[in-house]
């Protein structure tokens, strides 16, 4: 074994000694319930005491509060629900990332514009490939679709 095979071999024991899990940045957003400056106030102060937090965004029109940070989402979760009003992940995603975005079970009239309810639910209808590829063939959307007359 060389020297550089010993720096390795060196290297290696000593990171795995010293295992520690780093924390991920993340964006934590919360649907919480708010009707004024005031408790708009309240809640971005709350989020703000949540451990690796570090810039918190609270948006009044949409009900919702974003968490930036070194965070966990179940400890925004709890820190938002500590403020004593209702509160729940993020539940929309934008219309562009869904097949489908009207079908029954995504659609939601309470969304802000151009978003719909995420959902992992198998009750919402999904096409396979080849159903997807027939469904475009005769889209108004794909310029060279067929059109029956």
């Known amino acids: 074994m060389g020297v550089s095979g010993t720096l390795e071999y060196l290297s290696e024991k000593l990171s795995n000694s010293k295992k520690k899990k780093k924390k991920q940045l ?48 179940k400890k ?4 938002a629900k500590s403020t004593g009003k209702k509160a729940e992940p993020w539940p929309y995603v934008p219309y562009t990332m869904i097949a489908h975005p009207y079908v029954a079970g995504v659609y939601d009239k309470k969304a802000p514009p151009n978003f719909v309810r995420a ?19 005769f889209s108004d959307e794909n310029p060279n679709a067929c059109s029956i007359m």
């Open 26 to 73: 993340n964006t934590v957003a919360v649907k919480i319930r708010m009707d004024c400056e005031g408790c708009a106030l309240k809640v971005k102060k709350a989020l703000s005491g949540v451990k690796g937090a570090k810039s918190v965004d609270v948006d009044l029109k949409q009900q919702k509060a974003t968490v930036y940070g070194y965070v966990d989402a």
């Open 76 to 79: 925004v979760l709890e820190a």
């Open 119 to 137: 959902t992992n639910d198998p009750a919402v209808a999904t096409l396979n490939p080849v159903e997807e590829q027939y469904t475009l063939m």
